[in-house]
């Protein structure tokens, strides 16, 4: 056959007859093919080149049009390959002698699939060096003049590249890897595709290889192809045990839910893993189509010998098979007509048979209804669940097995039980007949107008067939059976809701919430209610709380409709599945469900499967909402266990919950769990016995262990544990008193006061709550206070142990914690305040006072006394008048509290005690403004007073208020105060004003105040009484350096400095080298302090200079290590006032940064331990400039 003769495209008619070649082409291989193992399938004429594929889908690109003549020789095609048979290492040396290396790599990949592998291929494309040479022009392209048959045309060139391309394109998998998967196909906006294919493929098949393997011109990823790729990509990791590589990997791509495919966005079953992708990217074949390769000017010799005959002799043997199946399929299709015409018949005259049995009861409906349903046990038997209950309308061409078993089976029965099977299960021969309205809900048939026409079934059949229906897909089957029953409906549900959730956008599929429910309650098959309840806990990704809300609403109505067996089957271990859920909306929907199933699961599973699967995420979750969520379904687990053992394990869990380092979970505890178990131990009648004493051991052994250090965090949880129990202990007081059974609801009873209690802090620690209601509690209150001021407590035990063993125990613990903490005095005060606020005005002044007031025991015959002084030194006395006497606010109240103070500042200063309680008292008192008259009141009581040590006190107790109180106070109340006793006869007292004075200096604006507390600092430094004061002149410069860095600038600038200077010239001159030291260390301390202060280059050069180059020459003498910080501070001053425009940029001077060598910050840092420098005046140091 001539090259001219031979048909381009050789475009297939169909699918079928590609196949039908191609199983023809198998048929016609040698023995001696069979023999050698070799596939014809790489080296046969790729059948499948349709003009239209190679200019729409990039998918398909002309890269298997043709190939090479040795090609063909080698796969031995045509008769004559078996009488000239050549060894396979000869035609590989021919090939690589030819520089025919595409054609010889392809042999030798199909050597290597057969298992033959030659050493001359393998050695030859194993060695890099082959290939340096053939970087630029292809080597057929180089060999066009040498070939014999002359230069190769530029249509085989462009063969030769194609099939390169290809070879290439399925060595990468081809269409089924990632590489060349197009997966915007899928996508909706595809119409833009064929534009770029066509582009695309009029460019030659190797430059467009080139270009798009090239970097710089590399097509950008799509949004879909990176989705599935990083889908396919976190899948390895997980599989293969890079469980931290798939964690980060996750939280880069925290947009992408990696659990779901459906998530990628694509309409396509999820490919196969990328390790199956790996191992059959060398193994897919280019698919078998027939094609010849068409060459203008080529030699003949140049093509294999039976190239002009194998074609046709094939192409024949192809057409005569096509021709057999056709005409066997002919004969099938005859066969199925006469059996469609058969069966459309019987379908007529059956229809015949309907509508006459209709016309006769159409008179009476409801006769009708009961004779359809008195007709369920006809002989037609029950239908399938699936099958028998749905009305179906697909026509009698599209029926399914179901519907033309039930057909044939309806056609035997008698004609009354064909009326009520075929309402069921036959076909209509319109398309929209025969459907059994749910919404006549069975009050008649549906009957419809016959015409009045002779048309033969056939021609009616075949008319209708032109109304287009889809019946042979899923969602066709079941848009074409309506269902006519509950169950049904429950089965059409669970089998279509799987394919709808997926679709639905994520915002809305709560919108489904209702549909899975109610599906999954009703329906029978426990495997598809299983897949409907892991649907409902995996409908949204990361549920917010809303959603979540729903979610657990649906869960809580299927536990009540379904009972605890299908709840602890079925809800539960999906729970249990995503306890360990990566995103922690996920968890936090199991802890919430846990107690919100809670009350309808079995109370063996509630008290221990449950009990421990929220143990374990109270321990192990990472995230504090989750572990909050989890502390609130423990409470709710508390308020309906009932086995007593299990008190143990909820002590533990409290404690656990308590010592969570997160605020949130911790108030949840307080809120929520306390209460709920509180309540229980009331039940056990534990609350007395047990827990409130445990508590009360743990705090006494915390104190015994903090003799070094207190480790006051745990202090605090125990003693807000117990502040948590008072309204649950008051409660039980109530329910066991002796009056308990005489509370009735009857008659007027006074409402309670809005005050009466403490605010709670959730409604479970309202008293009422606990009680039962407000008016119950308000009986009982007044019960409980006539008790108590008239009957007395006997027989009333859980009162008795409250006055007896609980108080007590708090008063001792109480004297044990150290005074300075104020937090600890801050908690144990609230404590004491709730405590009595909680048990009323009667209880705390004749039961808890008097046993702080003996224990204290403030007459004046025991001033003198140690353990008078002893037990006024401790917190006992803040918490006291804190905690106990600031209860009630009345004008007794006030006087009561205002003795105390009075009485105790008199007794400290007249024994010469420490001040450290009275101190806590004024700042613990000061922080509510409330106090502050009150506190004014107290501090005058001293002022006045004829002992000069208690004068001396109130003059430093101003010193604490100061900071707390309004300037208006200030001006009228403490400024007067502090200038009487600036005057007052003692020294000591006009010295004890000084710290006073400077805190206004430090916290008071306005500038009349000021200039009063200058002049009165001023007459200190400047009058001539007090040059040789050195107590004064200490306390000055230690406040100096206290409130100089925070002090009004111009203060700072006017009369701090240049007081200092003064006082550092004047201890040059001091002859008692004590004295010098003292001022000297004191005066290093303010320099300290001032030196990270903005100063201006006037005061830098006139008195800060100045002031610091007279302490050097003191401490060369006295303190060398201080010496050298000094002469670094100085450099540094001079430096700064040399470049003036750099220190103003560098704004404040920093000690640590001012040494300038190594040596010299070595020398600093060893001496920073050494000095005596306070804490406060080296914090000062590193504070803010002002």
């Excluded at 807000?720 to 109530?734: R, T, W, Y």
């Excluded at 027989?795 to 109480?814: A, M, R, T, Y």
């Excluded at 000591?988 to 430090?1002: D, K, L, N, Q």
């Amino acid at each position: 056959m001539a090259a001219g003769n031979v048909n381009p495209f050789n475009v297939s008619d169909s699918e079928d007859e590609a196949e039908q070649r191609q199983d023809g082409a198998d048929t016609e291989r040698s023995p001696s093919d069979e023999a050698q193992g070799h596939s014809l399938g790489p080296f046969s004429p790729p059948a499948y080149s349709e003009p239209a594929a190679l200019l729409s889908s990039n998918r398909t690109s002309p890269s298997v049009d043709g190939i090479p003549a040795s090609a063909a020789a080698v796969a031995g095609i045509g008769g004559g390959g078996a009488e000239t048979r050549v060894s396979l290492d000869a035609i590989a040396a021919q090939l690589l002698r030819d520089q025919y290396i595409l054609t010889a790599l392809e042999l030798h990949t199909e050597l290597l699939e057969a298992g033959r592998e030659l050493p001359r291929l393998r050695d030859y494309f194993s060695n890099p060096g082959n290939f340096e040479r053939q970087s630029g022009t292809p080597p057929a392209c180089k060999e066009q003049a040498v070939g014999p048959g002359g230069p190769l045309t530029v249509q085989v060139q462009d063969r030769k590249r194609r099939k390169k391309d290809a070879l290439m394109r399925d060595r990468a998998g081809s269409i089924s890897t990632l590489d060349s998967l197009d997966f915007a196909r899928y996508s909706d906006d595809g119409n833009r595709e064929s534009d770029e294919r066509v582009a695309e493929c009029e460019i030659p098949s190797q430059e467009r290889k080139n270009y798009k393997s090239s970097p710089e011109n590399q097509e950008p990823i799509r949004p879909l192809e990176k989705r599935a790729l990083n889908f396919l990509v976190n899948e390895y990791l997980l599989k293969n045990e890079y469980k931290l590589a798939s964690i980060t990997f996750s939280d880069e791509n925290d947009d992408q839910d990696f659990e779901l495919w459906d998530d990628v966005g694509l309409n396509i079953p999820k490919p196969p893993d990328l390790l199956q992708l790996y191992r059959n990217c060398g193994n897919i074949l280019p698919l078998h189509r027939d094609t010849v390769d068409v060459a203008v000017n080529v030699d003949p010799n140049d093509l294999p010998g039976d190239y002009f005959t194998q074609e046709p002799v094939q192409q024949t043997e192809a057409i005569q098979q096509q021709e057999e199946v056709v005409q066997e399929l002919e004969y099938q299709i005859g066969l199925l007509n006469s059996e469609k015409q058969s069966l459309a018949e019987q379908i007529k005259k059956l229809q015949s048979d309907i509508q006459a049995l209709q016309r006769n009861v159409s008179s009476e409906p409801t006769s009708a209804v009961k004779s359809t349903q008195s007709k369920e046990d006809t002989p037609c038997g029950k239908p399938p669940l699936d099958n028998g209950q749905y009305l179906d309308i697909r026509g009698v061409t599209e029926t399914d097995s179901s519907s033309d078993a039930n057909t044939t089976k309806t056609s035997n029965t008698t004609t009354t039980a064909t009326t009520d099977c075929t309402e069921r299960t036959t076909t209509a021969t319109q398309p929209h007949a025969k459907l059994k309205s749910q919404s006549q809900q069975g009050k008649s048939s549906v009957q419809f107008d016959q015409p009045n026409r002779k048309l033969s079934p056939a021609f009616h059949q075949a008319l209708l067939s032109f109304c287009r229906m889809s019946t042979d897909s899923r969602l066709g089957s079941e848009v074409s059976r309506i269902a006519d029953s509950e169950q049904s409906v429950m089965l059409m549900l669970g089998r279509c809701l799987p394919h709808i959730v997926p679709n639905v956008l994520l915002a809305k599929r709560e919108e489904l919430i209702p549909l899975i429910l109610c599906t999954a309650c009703l329906h029978p098959e426990p495997k598809e209610r299983d897949q409907l309840l892991h649907i409902l806990f995996n409908l949204i990704k990361r549920p917010d709380d809303e959603q979540r809300q729903m979610i657990l609403t649906g869960c809580v109505a299927f536990a009540r409709h379904v009972g605890p067996t299908r709840v602890e089957a079925e809800l539960l271990p999906q729970c249990w599945e995503q306890i360990n859920h990566k995103y922690p909306e996920r968890r936090l929907l199991v802890a919430e469900a846990c107690g919100a199933l809670a009350p309808y699961l079995p109370k063996e599973i509630r008290s221990s499967l449950v009990l421990s699967m929220l143990q374990q995420m109270l321990a192990e979750d990472k995230a504090d909402m989750v572990r909050e969520a989890v502390v609130k379904s423990l409470a709710i687990i508390m308020g309906y266990i009932d086995d007593p053992d299990k008190y143990s394990q909820g002590f533990e869990l409290m404690l656990l919950s308590l010592g969570d380092p997160s605020e949130r979970v911790v108030s949840a505890t307080h809120q929520v769990f306390i209460p709920a178990f509180a309540a229980w131990c009331t039940e056990l009648g534990n609350l007395q016995s047990q827990l409130i004493p445990s508590l009360l051991t743990r705090i006494e052994k915390l104190l015994k262990q903090g003799e070094y250090g207190l480790d006051e965090h745990k202090l605090h949880m125990y003693l807000s544990a117990l502040q948590s129990l008072i309204p649950s202990l008051f409660a039980v007081l109530l329910q066991n008193a002796p009056f308990t059974s005489r509370a009735k609801l009857q008659g007027d009873v006074p409402p309670i006061e809005v005050t009466r209690f403490p605010r709670p802090a959730s409604p479970l620690q309202d008293v009422a709550t606990i009680v039962g209601s407000r008016e119950q509690l308000a009986v009982l209150l007044q019960l409980y206070d006539h008790q108590l001021q008239h009957e007395g407590t006997t027989g009333w035990d859980s009162l008795l142990w409250v006055v007896n063993q609980f108080l007590p125990q708090l008063i001792e613990i109480v004297g044990r914690i150290n005074v300075t903490s104020s937090t600890c005095v801050h908690e144990f005060s609230r404590f004491f305040w709730r405590l009595c606020r909680t048990f009323g005005k009667i209880f705390t002044n004749t039961k808890v006072k008097p046993q702080f007031q003996e224990i204290l025991r403030l007459s004046e015959e025991n001033v003198d006394a140690s353990a008078g002084n002893g037990i006024l030194t401790k917190a006992t006395v803040p918490i006291y008048a804190t905690g106990v006497l600031t209860c009630y606010n009345q004008e007794e109240d006030r006087k009561l509290l205002v003795g105390f103070l009075e009485d105790v500042m008199t007794t400290l200063s007249l024994s010469h005690a420490p001040l450290d309680s009275l101190k806590a008292s004024f700042v613990e008192l000061g922080a509510n403004p409330a106090f502050h008259e009150l506190l004014l009141t107290v501090l005058w009581y001293g002022v006045v007073h004829t002992s000069a040590l208690v004068r001396c006190t109130a003059a430093r107790m101003f010193e604490l208020l100061v900071k707390g109180v309004n300037e208006t106070l200030v001006a009228q109340r403490v400024v007067p105060a502090l200038i009487t006793l600036s005057s007052d006869p003692e020294i000591s007292v006009r010295i004890s004003t000084i710290p006073a004075f400077g805190t206004i200096m430090e916290t008071v604006t306005q500038k009349e105040l000021l200039e009063r507390v200058k002049m009165q600092l001023a007459s200190f430094l400047e009058d001539p009484q007090y040059q040789d004061q050195h107590s004064l002149h200490m306390e000055i410069i230690k406040t100096f350096g206290r409130v100089g860095p925070n002090a009004e600038p111009r203060f700072r600038d006017e009369f701090v400095l240049p007081h200092l200077h003064k006082l550092a010239l004047c201890n040059n001159q001091q002859t008692v080298e004590s004295k010098r030291i003292d001022i000297a260390t004191q005066l290093f301390e303010a320099y300290s302090a001032l030196s990270c202060c903005f100063i201006s280059e006037e005061l830098m050069v006139n008195h800060f200079l100045p002031g610091l180059r007279c302490l050097r020459t003191d401490m060369e003498q006295l303190s060398p290590e201080h010496e050298v910080i000094l002469s670094s501070m100085i450099k540094e001053c001079e430096i700064k006032v040399e470049n003036k425009g750099i220190g103003e940029a560098q704004g404040s001077i920093s000690i640590a940064a001012s040494l300038v060598g190594e040596d010299a910050k070595t020398k600093f840092l060893s001496k920073m331990g050494q000095l005596t420098t306070s804490g406060a005046m080296l914090a000062n140091v590193f504070q803010r400039k002002k």
